[in-house]
């Protein structure tokens, strides 16, 4: 039927394979979809989900002003931001708003300010995060870096232009070039607004915007020094102050000359005109502010073109017209100042064009690299101050010593981001790139000052922060000590006006007393040595005991007390009952075995062991090891064989190096001959030594040549004479004999070397 003459009759058998069309997005139940299939899928999802939350910014975005702010800032709270790439979709959405629409960049910055601390973990780097302040800083350094890359398109542009000879070719590369010069510029502009804003919120600092203001200043440009007066007029009241006038007197004697040199535009040389009766009127403005209007009725933004998108640049009134020199630079300067970011270095030079390019731009400032990672194994914030990231100079530049001027504010800066960020390991790098060691003492000062007023999980950041200092060995004990003592001396006539002065400054002070940091009888009579005569000694140590027992047992803190070799009566002036003080500042704990009437009660041989032995592993020097045995043993105890086998036992222990063979560290025994030396006051005590030490070579199953060696040492060091040798070696005392025959077998060879050695002298005197 309808088959032609010629067609083959066509039959198919049920048996045969017949193939149907496939749909390429045929539906498949989830069991029998392949993995790759399903994470396509997933993918795919995702995809469309992130889009979703792109269109969702890109809708509060455009309807973000003051009034707004609380709305909408919930509503950015509720987006699920979760990935790298939404991360950084919502800020490149952020950003373009942000620069595109300067008369809103208060609110923007206002948004970004509140995300701060968001951040997600990278999509490639498992352990890492990025983080939202990070990425933003380096979109906006990306973009104020991109005039250099738009200069050299531009100039290719120009060439291609001159090159042309059709008149109507010429005409469009001219239109052309012409438009994204001006594209350009608003980008440059906008962005100028936006970071000063930032500033101004506290999310950059000063040095980098003192970075910024060199670099514009520097390049002569005309675009630049637009720039450059868009940000003075948004940011130089708040750089502006007396401490950093002699940097920005520089800046605007510079703006000064460039105006009388008329090299450059009429438009250009108002605008910095305007900028500088803005400082000689103390930053007050001629004219009212113009930032976002009030919104009428509606609830929607009258800034014109407002369905332009991102980028567009429309209802804008930037101050680029080319006629007149009114520049509206005043936008959005309804932010209070906020306290604490005295930053600005200052450089007491007069500024010139052939110096400028002197100045590092320490770009590392904003952030490091474009990725902005950072390792989530610290528990800090994963956000870092940037400055600490700046790459080491050439060698053959050689880095220069900072003023007591210069360090103070830069300290200031290191110690307000720290504690801003609570990132340890920046501010760290940070204070161990400062080329001024001898002047660490302002670091210490201006961390105390800062933070006097502050709360306490500040106070105790900052002593948390030099505590690690110490311990890394940047900071000197001496300049910490330094660092102290001019707080300290005034401390009681600041109580009228702080009265809780003492327990702030132990606040500041007691993280010093952690592990790694500076042993309990140094710092305390360091620390005390300014008020003793003030007769404030005590309160302040009472303070930090009573901090110290919130960390560790009563028992433990009276243990370091009395390690310490610390007495009451030296702290304490000498009207005062040192027992009915104790009980009522509630520190017996310190007390242990003995009473501040002198007496003390008798330690066991073991407790005097782990006691020395304990202050041998601190690293404790002599003096602190003497301290210790002053304080807590009475002179008939000093004078005892347990005294003196415990320090020989200790010594000899520490000095032990256990390889295969067994080794003695003669440094080491060295290191501590003045101790023995003072406590083996005679053969007597010398004999008694010899015999701890043979029962700590029974302990240790007698290695081999050990003995020997550590005979070496004592001799050498005069902590042996040769007569407690031959005592010991001849000795018969029944309760000295474990071990003796072993031990007399493996110092032969010493011995003989002894003998000979006195038989040379006797031959020699004869």
């Known amino acids: 039927m309808g088959m032609g003459v010629g067609d083959p009759a066509q039959m198919q058998s049920l048996s045969d394979d017949i193939q149907l069309n496939k749909a390429e997005n045929a539906w ?151 438009r994204e010069k001006d594209n350009a ?21 000063e040095v980098m915007m003192h970075d910024c203001i060199v670099k514009l200043l520097k390049n002569h440009n005309e675009e630049s020094l637009e720039c450059l007066c868009r940000l003075l007029s948004t940011i130089g009241k708040d750089l502006d102050f007396e401490k950093a006038k002699p940097r920005m007197d520089q800046y605007f004697n510079q703006m000064e000359k460039i105006i009388k040199d008329k090299k450059t535009s009429s438009r250009i040389r108002f605008m910095l005109q305007d900028v500088l009766d803005l400082r000689r009127s103390s930053w007050v403005p001629r004219r009212g502010e113009q930032g976002p209007k009030p919104s009428g009725g509606h609830g929607g933004r009258n800034d014109g073109g407002r369905n332009g998108g991102a980028r567009n640049d429309g209802g804008r009134n930037d101050g680029g017209a080319r006629g007149g020199r009114e520049v509206r630079y005043n936008q959005g300067r309804t932010q209070p100042q906020d306290e604490g970011w005295n930053t600005v270095p200052t450089i007491n030079r007069p500024i010139e064009t052939s110096r400028l390019s002197k100045i590092a731009m320490d770009w590392g400032s904003w952030g490091k690299g474009i990725s902005g990672g950072s390792t989530t194994a610290k528990p800090a914030e994963a956000v870092t101050r940037e400055k600490c990231d700046t790459p080491p100079p050439p060698p053959a530049s050689t880095k220069p010593t900072l003023t007591e001027e210069e360090l103070t504010k830069k300290s200031t800066a290191i110690i307000e981001e720290y504690l801003h960020l609570n990132d340890m390991k920046e501010v760290l790098q940070c204070v161990h790139e400062m080329s ?71 606040e500041f002070i007691s993280p010093m007393l952690r592990e790694g940091g500076i042993p309990m009888g140094e710092l305390f009579r360091e620390i005390s040595k300014p008020l003793i005569p003030l007769g404030q000694a005590g309160v302040l140590l009472v303070q930090i005991l009573n901090l110290l027992c919130k960390e560790m047992s009563h028992k433990k803190a009276g243990a370091m007390w009395r390690e310490g070799g610390l007495r009451w009566r030296d702290f304490l002036p000498e009207d005062v009952d040192v027992n009915k003080f104790v009980t009522e500042k509630k520190v017996e704990f310190t007390l242990g075995v003995e009473s501040e009437d002198g007496q003390k009660e008798e330690l066991s041989s073991e407790e005097l062991s782990k006691q020395i032995q304990r202050l041998i592993q601190d690293q404790a020097d002599d003096q602190r090891l003497f301290d210790w045995i002053e304080a807590n043993l009475d002179e008939q105890q000093m004078s005892s064989n347990m005294l003196v086998r415990a320090l020989m036992t200790c010594i000899c222990q ?39 030490l043979q029962a700590l070579m029974v302990e240790l199953e007698q290695p081999a040549n050990l003995l020997r060696m ?39 060879a010493f011995f003989t070397w002894l003998r000979e050695a006195e038989d040379e002298d006797e031959s020699d005197n004869s």
Not at 467 to 486: S, W
Not at 660 to 674: G, L, T
Not at 715 to 725: G, L, P, T
Request: aromatic share 8%.
């Open 28 to 178: 498949k139940p989830s069991t029998k979809k392949t993995r790759v299939e399903v994470e396509s899928e997933s993918d795919d999802s995702e995809h469309g989900k992130t889009q979703e939350l792109f269109k969702s910014v890109r809708s509060i975005l455009n309807k973000l002003t003051p009034q707004k702010f609380q709305q909408l800032m919930k509503m950015v709270n509720d987006l699920t931001i979760n990935t790298e790439e939404r991360l950084k979709g919502f800020i490149d959405l952020t950003f373009e708003k942000a620069i595109a629409e300067p008369n809103f960049s208060v609110a923007y910055a206002n948004m970004c300010r509140c995300l701060m601390g968001l951040k997600v973990e990278a999509t490639n780097k498992p352990g890492v995060t990025v983080n939202f302040r990070k990425l933003l800083l380096n979109r906006c350094q990306k973009e104020f870096e991109k005039d250099q890359v738009d200069d050299k398109i531009f100039e290719r542009k120009q060439k291609e232009l001159d090159a042309a000879t059709v008149p109507e070719e010429k005409q469009r590369l001219t239109e052309q070039l012409q």
């Open 185 to 205: 510029r608003r980008r440059s502009m906008g962005n100028m607004k936006f970071i000063g804003e930032l500033f101004k919120l506290k999310m950059l600092t």
């Open 436 to 506: 001024s060691t001898q002047l660490l003492f302002l670091f210490v000062q201006t961390g105390l000052e800062s933070t006097l007023k502050r709360s306490t999980i500040a106070r105790e950041r900052m002593g948390l922060l030099l505590q690690q200092l110490i311990k890394a060995g940047t900071l000197p004990k001496q300049q910490y000590y330094n660092g102290l003592q001019e707080i300290l001396e005034v401390a009681e006539d600041m109580a009228i006006d702080i009265p809780h002065i003492w327990l702030y400054l132990a």
């Open 654 to 692: 520490s000095a032990i190096i256990y390889e295969n063979p067994n080794k003695v560290d003669a440094a080491k025994i060295k290191k501590r001959a003045k101790v023995l030396q003072k406590y083996l006051s005679d053969d007597k005590k010398e004999l008694q030594a010899l015999y701890a």
């Open 710 to 748: 550590f005979f070496d040492s004592l001799y050498d060091e005069d902590v042996i004479k040769e007569e407690a040798f031959y005592k010991w070696e001849s000795s018969k005392d029944p309760a000295e004999q474990q071990g003796k025959g072993v031990a007399l077998k493996s110092v032969t």
